[in-house]
């Protein structure tokens, strides 16, 4: 924000172009005037058209249309609703730009004027309400945005640039749905693979990169505790899987706590216990929902098998028989933990300080462990190295209030999701924009 604050004062009090870099002075001013002209309208179209993940077909066929009018080679129906687009510009290496599509199975409870009142059925068959509660709106338009300043500067870059459009983050399918389609063999394979979020807790106008691990394993694990039903009044006559439920979520808790090295990061969370129908009936199911992250596959795995291992025990330990112990099913629907590039993070970090400036990128430490289906297409899980890197969305103003006690700031996931759509949009696409004439620079004369 800064950045484009100095730009503009530059060329409007002094009618000169930044003595600093002429050449981000241009492409902030004409990512700025595109935003006006075209990128908001499509910002707030998608915004207030928010679908469901594998059901993103309008969000789709926008992105196809976009990519297409300014001569793109466009593929859809990639991995379900993803689409490719592709680029050849000369003798280069390759680069791959990724957005994710989806919106969230929310109500939409914000104060803006374009706010979602959407909805949608789901893969489930279920009609939801849907919201942009991720943000993912701003990733599809800065791709846009990204496409056009790319499309006309073919003088900047030499090679290839895939762009991809993604289903079904928010489930963790899409990024493989997308690569069993034959992402990395149909179409020109990546060197480098980049993708971005932007973030409601990070100052619109920063950015940040961080080599090495930034995004956990995540996986889904459903376990199916069978009992004896009976009446309420005469437990023995049953077994009640309301208590081995009970009895396998605090045991579940001595995993990361007694069985995982201490400096080692991990998260078993029981999102959902279900059971049961009235006061005096022991029931004979319980259901466990569970979300298990790591950042290794060793952790990943001693987990799983944990998991495994302490309900079906429990279960023995209240009198079970062998064919009626718990069902553990693990989610096909996960995601490795992702990485960045260590040289590869140093030398976009290098571009994005020059573009931005030095104060613009922030060190964000992770908090948590998050997950990113981007993990599947960058190495270690593929031969691609990459960067995902992070978007402030909040205006800093709004960040200082929330401190002092003012309004909270509202995370990601939440009904009173938001980000400011300019600034996030810009940078995204400046950022995309910068990273790719640098990967792609044609040989110097
Ligand atoms: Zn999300
Ligand atoms: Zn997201």
Same mark, same amino acid.
Not at 9 to 14: E, K, Q, R
Not at 51 to 74: F, H, N, P
Not at 336 to 365: C, H, M, W
Not at 370 to 392: C, I, K, M, R, T
């Given at each position: 924000?800064?950045?484009?604050?100095?730009?503009?004062?530059?060329?409007?009090?002094l009618?000169?172009?930044?003595?600093?870099?002429?050449?981000?002075?241009?492409?902030?001013e004409?990512?700025?005037?595109d935003y006006?002209?075209s990128l908001?309208?499509?910002?707030?179209?998608f915004h207030k058209?928010?679908?469901?993940?594998y059901?993103?077909?309008?969000?789709?066929?926008?992105?196809?249309r976009e990519w297409r009018a300014?001569?793109?080679?466009?593929?859809?129906?990639?991995?379900g609703?993803?689409?490719?687009?592709?680029?050849?510009?000369?003798?280069?290496p390759?680069?791959?730009l990724?957005a @994710?599509?989806?919106?969230?199975? !929310?109500?939409?409870?914000?104060?803006l004027?374009?706010? +979602?009142?959407? $909805?949608?059925? #789901? /893969?489930?068959?279920?009609?939801q309400?849907?919201?942009?509660a991720?943000g993912? @709106?701003?990733?599809?338009?800065? !791709?846009?945005?990204t496409?056009?300043?790319?499309?006309? +500067?073919?003088? $900047?870059?030499? #090679? /290839?640039?895939?762009?991809?459009?993604q289903?079904a983050e928010?489930?963790?399918?899409?990024?493989?749905?997308?690569?069993?389609?034959?992402l990395y063999?149909?179409f020109?394979k990546?060197?480098?693979?980049?993708?971005?979020?932007?973030?409601?807790?990070m100052p619109?106008?920063?950015?940040?990169?961080?080599?090495?691990?930034?995004t956990s394993s995540?996986?889904s694990?459903d376990?199916?505790?069978?009992?004896?039903?009976?009446?309420?009044?005469?437990?023995?006559?049953?077994?009640?899987p309301?208590?081995?439920g009970?009895q396998?979520v605090m045991?579940l808790?001595?995993?990361?706590s007694r069985e995982i090295a201490p400096?080692?990061?991990?998260v078993v969370s029981?999102?959902?216990?279900q059971s049961g129908?009235?006061?005096?009936?022991i029931p004979?199911?319980?259901?466990l929902?569970l979300t298990?992250?790591?950042?290794?596959a060793?952790?990943?795995?001693?987990?799983?098998?944990?998991?495994e291992?302490?309900?079906k025990?429990?279960?023995?330990?209240s009198?079970?028989?062998e064919?009626?112990?718990?069902?553990v099913?693990?989610?096909?629907?996960?995601?490795?933990?992702g990485?960045?590039d260590?040289a590869?993070?140093?030398?976009l970090?290098?571009v994005f300080?020059?573009?931005?400036g030095?104060e613009a990128?922030i060190?964000?430490p992770?908090?948590?462990m998050?997950g990113?289906d981007?993990?599947?297409?960058v190495?270690?899980?593929?031969?691609v190295?990459?960067?995902y890197?992070?978007v402030?969305?909040t205006p800093?103003?709004?960040?200082?209030?929330a401190?002092?006690?003012g309004?909270?700031?509202?995370?990601h996931h939440?009904?009173?999701?938001?980000?400011?759509?300019?600034?996030?949009?810009t940078?995204?696409t400046?950022?995309?924009t910068s990273?790719?004439?640098?990967?792609l620079q044609p040989?110097?004369?």
């Amino acid at each position: 924000m800064k950045h484009h604050l100095f730009a503009w004062s530059a060329v409007t009090l002094l009618g000169l172009t930044s003595p600093i870099s002429a050449q981000s002075t241009d492409l902030s001013e004409a990512i700025a005037a595109d935003y006006d002209n075209s990128l908001e309208a499509l910002f707030l179209d998608f915004h207030k058209n928010p679908e469901l993940s594998y059901k993103e077909v309008r969000t789709a066929s926008i992105m196809a249309r976009e990519w297409r009018a300014i001569g793109w080679t466009v593929t859809e129906n990639v991995g379900g609703t993803g689409v490719v687009a592709v680029m050849k510009n000369g003798e280069g290496p390759t680069v791959m730009l990724r957005a @994710d599509m989806d919106g969230l199975p !929310l109500l939409e409870n914000t104060d803006l004027d374009y706010k +979602s009142t959407a $909805k949608q059925v #789901g /893969t489930d068959g279920k009609e939801q309400p849907v919201m942009h509660a991720c943000g993912h @709106d701003v990733h599809v338009t800065s !791709l846009i945005g990204t496409a056009r300043q790319l499309a006309a +500067s073919k003088e $900047k870059w030499r #090679g /290839t640039v895939v762009l991809i459009a993604q289903p079904a983050e928010e489930t963790f399918g899409g990024a493989k749905a997308m690569l069993d389609d034959g992402l990395y063999s149909r179409f020109p394979k990546p060197d480098y693979a980049l993708g971005f979020h932007v973030i409601s807790g990070m100052p619109a106008g920063s950015l940040s990169l961080t080599p090495g691990i930034n995004t956990s394993s995540t996986d889904s694990v459903d376990i199916i505790i069978h009992g004896v039903g009976t009446h309420g009044a005469f437990p023995h006559a049953g077994k009640d899987p309301i208590v081995m439920g009970s009895q396998i979520v605090m045991a579940l808790q001595t995993l990361v706590s007694r069985e995982i090295a201490p400096l080692k990061p991990a998260v078993v969370s029981v999102g959902s216990f279900q059971s049961g129908f009235k006061h005096n009936i022991i029931p004979n199911k319980a259901i466990l929902q569970l979300t298990v992250r790591s950042d290794d596959a060793e952790t990943r795995k001693k987990l799983l098998d944990g998991i495994e291992r302490i309900s079906k025990n429990i279960a023995r330990a209240s009198g079970m028989p062998e064919d009626k112990l718990p069902e553990v099913n693990v989610a096909a629907e996960s995601t490795p933990a992702g990485y960045s590039d260590a040289a590869l993070t140093q030398r976009l970090k290098n571009v994005f300080t020059k573009q931005f400036g030095k104060e613009a990128i922030i060190s964000t430490p992770r908090t948590g462990m998050g997950g990113e289906d981007f993990a599947y297409f960058v190495a270690p899980n593929s031969d691609v190295p990459g960067l995902y890197f992070a978007v402030g969305g909040t205006p800093q103003a709004d960040l200082d209030r929330a401190k002092a006690g003012g309004p909270p700031i509202p995370a990601h996931h939440s009904p009173f999701f938001k980000v400011a759509p300019r600034e996030s949009v810009t940078m995204g696409t400046e950022a995309m924009t910068s990273a790719t004439w640098e990967l792609l620079q044609p040989p110097s004369n």
